[in-house]
């Protein structure tokens, strides 16, 4: 038999339990003002993960330098002595510099789309263990982010905003399996859609299974109507393989995505309505396919000796 | 009220340290979560009724972390259920729950619990993940084994000096 002390803490649980469901079940009815909430936890953890950025990011940054250097252990023991300070400001030189190359990059793509948009930084990443794959980026309403606007880098689409407060907003990466955008491919201008699957390679349906699809064809965003939740033109990604099977309504391939997700520092947030699609014009150049050595034999016929000559011969 | 008051911004921190460093580390296969480590371990050394409380209002900070995408109370209600749940355990094993080791598996084992029961749950209330529990699950526990050894010291005696007992008695 339970103790009453047991009693009460079962009691107590069960108690905590069932608040939690009815949080749930308001949350799931929409009742719940979650981003008002989490606007305000993200308030209340800003400070402290200021600080910790503080710290994390120049030894990060040493981390990356030392490990790009490639010299013998004690050359760079003799460099850190003698040029400590000097090695610091070339690391912060450097790692501004990497910033400032994504910065342009991203700003190039998107005065080329003649995207209106918002330059941000990714301050944070969202765990593994939260079931799902964001980003923070340093950018918010002040600056004129709104939910469903697209993220993107210099090599491409990265995302779309699902929550912003006054100076942040989140952003789903299109990696995460929940995530879904229209493409359209290059060229044929075949439509389809692309959904994450939780791996560095994206899915693609395309709705007509007689579309010709090989390995190497690329994307680019389709857009949606007022160009949110996504502009158009914005590259995706390249097929990497195609899903020979017949006899089904769809064609699926696989797609590895333009932007290395795991890197991202400088994003940008396209905050106006696209009102010229740029249709192909954002693509990478395309890769020249490797020539293949051909091999030419020239066969000259030898004459055969004719029966009058051999005649004359003899 | 002085145990809530001592674990919540440490709580704070641990979270705020897995948004700002933990998770933007490329560690192979999936990052460690520091933030459920220190939750559960806490738990295990927590009378259960404390641990529930305590598993719910980490829960509910998952939840509303800006960074997550899930329903609102979720994460209360499991790890309400899995706090309790560990609190007990370490109820039993009073005389060894101080061990390392003991320390260790209770808190890998309850992980994977919670990550089983999150992802159950999922499912039954038909919420979308953005990764499958098994892309998340066996990096998380691998990290976790690892880890939860050198945070052990740390959270025992902290966790000890907000119960207000001498780590040497605990």
């Known amino acids: 038999m339970a103790t009453p002390d047991k009693s009460r803490s079962r009691f107590f649980l069960i108690a905590l339990l069932v608040t939690a469901l009815i949080i749930v079940t308001l949350d799931l009815r929409g009742s719940v003002p979650g981003q008002t909430f989490r606007g305000i936890t993200n308030t209340v953890l800003a400070p402290f993960q200021s600080f910790f950025r503080f710290f994390y990011d120049p030894i990060s940054n040493f981390i990356s330098e030392a490990s790009n250097l490639g010299r013998s252990a004690d050359k760079i023991n003799e460099l850190e002595e003698r040029n400590a300070k000097l090695e610091e400001e070339l690391s912060r030189f450097k790692v501004a510099k990497r910033e400032l190359e994504q910065l342009k990059d991203v700003l190039d793509l998107a005065a080329a789309g003649r995207y209106m948009s918002v330059p941000a930084r990714v301050i944070a990443a969202g765990s593994a263990a939260g079931f799902s794959r964001t980003i923070e980026l340093d950018v918010g309403t002040r600056d004129g982010v709104a939910t469903d606007m697209t993220v993107i880098s210099g090599a491409g689409l990265v995302g779309r905003v699902i929550s912003v407060s006054e100076n942040t907003s989140i952003a789903l990466l299109l990696d995460d399996e929940t995530f879904k955008a229209g493409i359209r491919m290059e060229a044929s201008g075949i439509l389809g859609v692309i959904s994450g699957t939780g791996n560095s390679q994206l899915s693609l349906t395309l709705f007509d299974s007689s579309s010709e699809l090989s390995a190497g064809n690329r994307m680019v965003a389709r857009g949606s109507s007022d160009s949110r939740p996504f502009v158009p033109g914005v590259p995706v990604g390249t097929i990497t393989s195609v899903d020979q099977n017949s006899g089904t309504l769809t064609k699926t391939a696989l797609v590895k995505p333009f932007v290395n997700l795991n890197s991202l520092e400088v994003v940008a947030v396209v905050t106006g309505k696209v009102r010229v699609n740029p249709r192909d014009s954002l693509l990478p150049p395309a890769p020249k396919p490797t020539p293949t050595p051909t091999v030419t034999v020239y066969i000259t016929p030898t004459p055969e000796p004719s029966p009058t000559q051999s005649k004359k011969v003899n | ?170």
């Open chain 2, 1 to 170: 009220m002085r145990k809530t008051i001592f674990f919540l911004p440490i709580a704070l921190v641990a979270l705020a340290l897995q948004n700002a460093v933990v998770a933007r580390i490329p560690f192979p296969f999936a990052d460690p979560s520091i933030f459920l480590i220190i939750v559960l371990a806490w738990a295990f050394l927590e009378d259960p009724e404390f641990a529930a409380l305590q598993g719910f209002i980490s829960g509910l900070l998952l939840d509303l972390n800006p960074l997550s995408v899930g329903l609102i109370g979720h994460w209360a209600f499991v790890l309400a259920a899995v706090c309790y749940g560990t609190s007990e355990m370490g109820v039993q094993l009073r005389s060894s729950r101080r061990a390392p080791l003991t320390l260790t598996v209770t808190v890998t084992g309850a992980l994977l619990i919670s990550l089983m029961l999150f992802a159950i749950t999922s499912w039954l209330i038909s919420a979308e993940q953005g990764l499958s529990f098994s892309q998340t699950t066996p990096g998380v526990l691998l990290w976790s084994a690892l880890i939860t050894p050198l945070l052990s010291p740390l959270i025992i005696r902290m966790s000890y000096f907000a119960q207000g007992i001498g780590t040497r008695n605990g």
